[in-house]
């Protein structure tokens, strides 16, 4: 009884916050709000007795992405500019494509094998036996996603060399 | 090593904080109101005005001269001269102040008053707990708040007080000396006195 | 890396980009009630516009309406921390305009009083510029324990800790009490402990120095253009020293150096002033040893309605920030006709933009604390 | 020696069996949490009165001593003065933000005690994964530190929001990263077990505790570096430089806001040390076997005094960084030396094997030169070249 309304309360948590990220007018209040979904995700991870990934998900999400989030906001100045209406005006366009999204998310969960009813065995995967896995059965994806983080930071690192050169060769 | 700066730095706040507890010259605060420190001689806060005897009002040594009025900087003293005279110390008559005010909240304790007063009728004093909630009159000090006996004067600056008060007596000595030999003189008759033998 | 031009810095970022912010007057650290309107790309600064006033008492339309006596007391509040030396620059002044000439033992004891005002200026201003930097307190703690016991001093002499009101024209108000050079003897010998102390705290430590290092360089050239004088002037190499220079009062007969930077950044005007300290205990340890007896008081000299002849007269002294001079212009009467001050903290203030360009917000704070200024002297 | 090291366990116990059975695990959790709250808040109230003195003891003067005994009703006096202040808003704030920023702070705070091992089997909850939840908890206050910043439209507190950003995520790297070989050679995430690992005694009776090792004292003193940053303190606090920007993200708020900010940064700072304590300084464990009566949370609350009273000390002594060299000292020095550290762990892991009697020493002296030399190389390319001594000519 007790996990079913604890379940209630973050999926809740986690649906408002995605709402309010999508309507609010103020873009800080939308980043803000997004944080609060990410936590909810994690607050249903660690429900679920997933210590690991909760922990990771809210470490990442709410430490890390809010604030990439915030910071992309106020650095491009949204934050001031107060947008207009939030619903676009062709808003019939919109639903027909969200329509069409959601239909063929359903099929392709309906129809895929792994949805057979099997009670929700407790993953209790310590923090060992996840570490093992890592470096034995998944290393190449744990490597290749290094590779692929480094050179992204590389990317950005010299987009954002190369601006201050060209606006004041001068001064520095 | 180039820590070496911040571990000398560090060492050197811990040789304080060691110190405060046993070397009295790493924690020199006063618990003010408890503990008081010593009062200097030379220390000097506002004026107050000197009388002799025994009453204030009479005694006052000031002669309502209006030098203090004029020198004083900040115009911070106000004098109404009386009519009545009075004898000063040496029998000679002496006008005196009716009103002799103070504005102790204008005044900025320059004690260039009592440089250039010529009767040492005002000194500095020494007192400094003078606060008070009526902003208007409270700061205001007329004759009579700030007439202090001579021996107040003599316990505040013991050496200057010494010297004044010697050279009073000189003085009364000398004046009742020639008042003594002007009153002997009318005796003779007035004629020039017989050669000398 | 060179300070650009402040035209060029402020082209470079987009007008919108610039933050506008108005440090003061209510601040905690720009020494009292003083504005600066700074310009900032991110954190470093493009434009900066002192402004000061707030502080202006009309000092120079008093003393015209006071008697040359009166405006003694006025000139304590000058520069409020360093009373007696402007007692003694206004006092020179009127002795040159009244051709009064004070006796020996007058001029060891101003020379004694100057020197001491020397240590309390740079002593509270190293605590204060280690303030501005975020040592919360503890450097300053230990300079106002030192600062305290030479107050102590002044009290038992003049009668006031800060506001001393002691030279007068010819000599001085009243003679040493009792006792009183041995403390100072005791005081002098006991100074460089405490200096040590500060330098094992301070001069090695490696964030101070990444700190203070390279920031705010004031190039010799430009330093004499301004007009700077005092330690910021010979912390740019520039060996200006108007005790050598004049060699007023009885400055001749001491031997002591002058210290001269390098480079003209804030690590030497800091490390300038220290040693500037260590020559002072010199001075004060030669003038201890053969100060003269006799009268303290020139003796055709008139407390009262002085009416000096007619003419001007310009008295300078090096004081603890730097050329501090009077201008005065009598007509005869008893009060000047007109009474000019030349405080160095104004002109050294000067330059405070062309230190401050391409620099941090936070090396706008420390810069200013190593110029040393008082509002009192700036605004007048 | 029992009976007074599971003093606490046991009253525990005893209070939760006095309920019925299926309401033990909510008693006993709400027990936990009452305790935990009275301790660290009283122990917030204590350390700031303490501070206060103990700055005030290094700067040659008493501290406060007025309200109470040797000043300590001190707390109680700020506490009310605090709660009577006027919380001022100002017009053009985002109300909503403004006021969900200290929420946002300090209630995640709280969160960061429950893992940490205080005694013998008195650590809340016994995670799996309780460093993670540690970090995890540690990062959700950057956000709230720009809410705080952000919504009080004022160019200072921008200013101070985004320094204190800065600050944070570069600081975080490594503080995590000074963990690291901990974590191996404990061999796992869960606090109670590192505990475990540096549970043993060597022949002299000296505990095996992670400091009294190369690579553990080099992780200790980057851990705690990192820590002061991550708590905005001394040499590190430029979010709210006094000095510089007012107050920084702080300049907006009074009254009950600014002490639940204050209480905060305070409770970070506790939780920050009690991890401090439970990874190098060998938790509760005593330092010396014939020393094991010592009931272990005494030991605890020992060593958790003793860095608190680093972090005072100094405070009192270091001037601030500029952001700049904060940003530089964290990526090109505090990262390089933390990875570098691992390193060194790994060669300490790898010689445990040697068997000749003089291994120890030549051990650490091999690790501590692995330490040692890129501590060196690393400073010399902070400092860039180094300047020529200053040298001061003396004019006659």
């Known amino acids: 009884m007790l996990n079913e309304i604890a379940f209630l309360l973050c999926a809740s948590l986690t649906l408002a916050g995605a709402v309010a990220a999508m309507m609010l007018r103020n873009l800080v209040h ?10 909810g995700l994690a607050a249903i991870y660690l429900q679920l007795s997933a210590e690991f990934a909760g922990f990771a998900q809210f470490l990442v999400y709410v430490g890390a992405v809010a604030i990439l989030i915030v910071f992309t906001i106020l650095l491009t100045r949204g934050a001031d500019i107060q947008t207009g209406r939030a619903g676009s005006s062709s808003s019939w366009i919109g639903l027909l494509v969200a329509g069409l999204v959601l239909a063929c998310l359903v099929g392709s969960i309906m129809s895929s094998p792994g949805l057979v009813r099997l009670p929700a065995q407790t993953a209790n995967a310590p923090v060992q036996k996840i570490g093992e896995q890592l470096m034995n059965q998944y290393i190449m994806p744990l490597e290749t996603m290094g590779l692929l983080l480094t050179a992204a930071l590389l990317g950005g690192v010299v987009i954002a060399m190369r601006e201050p050169a060209k606006a004041n060769p001068s001064a520095r | 090593m180039d820590g070496a700066g911040i571990i000398k730095g560090m060492i050197e706040t811990a040789r304080n904080f060691a110190g405060s507890y046993h070397d009295e010259a790493r924690l020199t605060t006063v618990q003010y109101p408890e503990e008081k420190l ?4 030379n220390a000097r806060t506002i004026p107050f005005l000197v009388y002799d005897g025994a009453e204030a009002l009479p005694g006052l040594r000031c002669t309502a001269c209006m030098i203090c009025e004029k020198e004083c900087p900040p115009q911070c003293i106000y004098i109404v001269k009386d009519t009545v005279k009075k004898p000063d110390f040496v029998g000679k008559m002496q006008m005196q102040p009716k009103v002799f005010d103070i504005d102790i909240s204008v005044c900025m304790s320059c004690g260039i008053c009592v440089e250039v007063c010529p009767f040492d009728a005002i000194k500095m004093d020494q007192v400094f707990e003078l606060s008070t909630g009526d902003r208007f009159g409270g700061l205001l000090l007329n004759k009579t708040q700030l007439a202090k006996p001579n021996d107040y004067f003599n316990k505040l600056h013991k050496t200057e007080a010494a010297e004044i008060d010697l050279r009073r007596v000189e003085e009364k000595q000398k004046a009742e000396a020639a008042a003594a030999a002007k009153a002997a003189a009318p005796a003779k008759p007035p004629m020039a006195p017989p050669p000398a033998p | 890396m060179a300070t650009a031009s402040p035209t060029e810095l402020a082209a470079s970022a987009p007008p919108s980009q610039i933050m506008e912010v108005a440090m003061g007057p209510q601040h905690p650290s720009t020494h009292g009630v003083f504005r600066m309107d ?50 003694w620059a206004y006092a020179m002044t009127v002795e040159k305009l009244a051709g009064l000439v004070p006796p020996e033992r007058a001029e060891y004891i101003r020379v004694i009083l100057s020197e001491l005002t020397r240590l309390i200026n740079h002593s509270a201003l190293a605590g204060f510029l280690l303030q501005d930097m975020g040592a919360l307190g503890t450097p300053l703690m230990y300079a106002f324990r030192e600062r305290e016991k030479i107050l102590d001093l002044f009290e038992s002499l003049t009668g006031a800790r800060m506001m001393c009101n002691y030279m007068r024209f010819g000599g001085c108000r009243c003679d040493l009490p009792p006792g009183w050079i041995e403390q100072v003897r005791r005081l002098v010998s006991d100074f460089p402990k405490f200096l040590d102390e500060f330098e094992a705290l301070l001069t090695g430590n490696e964030i101070l120095q990444a700190r203070t290092e390279g920031v705010g360089v004031l190039p010799a050239p430009l330093a004499v253009n301004a007009g700077v004088t005092g330690p910021m002037l010979r912390a740019s190499g520039v060996n200006y020293d108007i005790r050598k220079v004049d060699q007023y009062g009885v400055y001749g007969r001491f031997q002591f150096r002058v210290p001269l930077g390098e480079r003209g950044d804030v690590f030497d005007r800091y490390m300038i002033r220290i040693l500037e300290m260590r020559e002072s ?10 100060i003269p007896g006799g009268p303290i008081m020139d003796p055709k000299a008139k407390l009262r309605n002085l009416r000096p002849k007619a003419g001007e007269a310009y008295g300078r002294i090096e004081g603890p920030k730097g050329e501090l001079g009077f201008y005065l212009i009598s007509d005869g009467g008893p009060n000047p006709y007109r009474y000019r001050v030349r405080p160095p903290s104004l002109i050294n203030l000067t330059v405070l933009e062309d230190m401050c360009l391409g620099q941090t917000i936070a090396d706008v704070v420390v810069i200013l604390g190593s110029i040393d200024i008082v509002l009192g002297e700036v605004d007048r | 020696m029992n009976g007074l090291d599971q003093i606490f366990v046991g009253t525990g116990h005893w209070i939760a069996g006095l309920f019925p059975v299926y309401v033990q695990p909510l008693i006993s959790a709400a027990l936990e949490i009452a305790i935990m709250m009275a301790v660290f808040g009283g122990c917030f109230a204590l350390t700031s009165v303490v501070e206060r003195k103990l700055l005030g003891r290094m700067q040659n003067r008493y501290g406060p001593n007025r309200v109470g005994p040797f000043g300590l009703l001190q707390p109680l006096a700020d506490g009310i003065k605090m709660l009577t202040k006027e919380d001022i808003v100002p017009f053009s704030a985002d109300k909503t933000v ?12 709280w969160l960061a005690f429950a893992v940490l091992p205080f005694g013998r089997n008195m650590s809340a909850i016994d995670l799996d994964a309780g460093i993670l939840f540690f970090f995890a908890i540690g990062s959700a206050s950057e956000l709230a530190v720009f809410m705080a910043g952000w919504s009080s439209q004022n160019k200072y507190s921008l200013v101070g929001a985004m320094r204190a950003i800065a600050q944070m995520i570069s600081y975080e790297v490594p503080l995590v990263l000074s963990t690291v070989p901990v974590l191996m050679l404990a061999g796992s995430l869960s606090l109670n077990e590192i505990v475990a690992a540096q549970g043993t005694y060597t022949l002299g009776g000296l505990a095996r505790w992670n400091v009294f090792t190369p690579w553990g004292l080099a992780g200790l003193l980057l851990f705690l570096i990192a820590a002061t940053a991550e708590s905005n303190r001394s040499p590190f606090d430029l979010p709210e430089g006094e000095s510089e920007i007012i107050a920084g993200f702080l300049t907006e708020y009074s009254g009950f806001k600014y002490a639940l900010f204050f209480l905060s940064e305070y409770l970070g700072l506790f939780a920050i040390t009690g991890l401090a304590v439970t990874l190098f300084l060998g938790g509760w464990h005593a330092p010396f076997r014939w020393l094991e009566w010592v009931p272990s949370w005494l030991w605890f609350a020992g060593k958790f005094c003793a860095l608190i009273f680093l972090f005072v000390w100094i405070r009192a002594t270091l001037p601030r960084l500029r952001l700049d060299q904060l940003l530089n000292f964290s990526w090109r020095f505090l990262v390089p030396l933390s990875l570098i550290n691992i390193l060194v762990a790994v060669a300490w892991y790898w010689s445990g094997s040697w068997k000749s009697p003089v291994a120890l020493p030549v051990r650490w002296v091999l690790c501590a030169a692995l330490v040692a030399l890129p501590y060196h190389w690393l400073a010399q ?16």
């Open chain 1, 30 to 39: 939308c980043a803000l709000c997004a944080a609060g979904a990410f936590a």
């Open chain 2, 38 to 41: 010593a009062p200097v001689e």
């Open chain 3, 38 to 87: 700074v310009s900032l790309d991110g954190e470093t600064v493009v434009k900066l516009k002192p402004v000061f006033g707030y502080l202006h008492r009309n000092h120079e339309k008093i003393a015209e309406k006071c008697s040359y006596l009166g405006s003694i007391p006025y000139t304590d509040r000058l520069d409020y921390i360093c009373s007696l030396t402007n007692n």
């Open chain 3, 281 to 290: 205990l010199k001075i004060l340890e030669q003038a201890l040893r053969d």
């Open chain 4, 98 to 109: 403004h006021f969900l920023a200290p929420l946002a702070l300090s209630v995640p705070i």
């Open chain 4, 381 to 396: 390319s902070l400092r860039g070249t180094l300047p020529p001594p200053r040298k001061y000519t003396y004019a006659e």
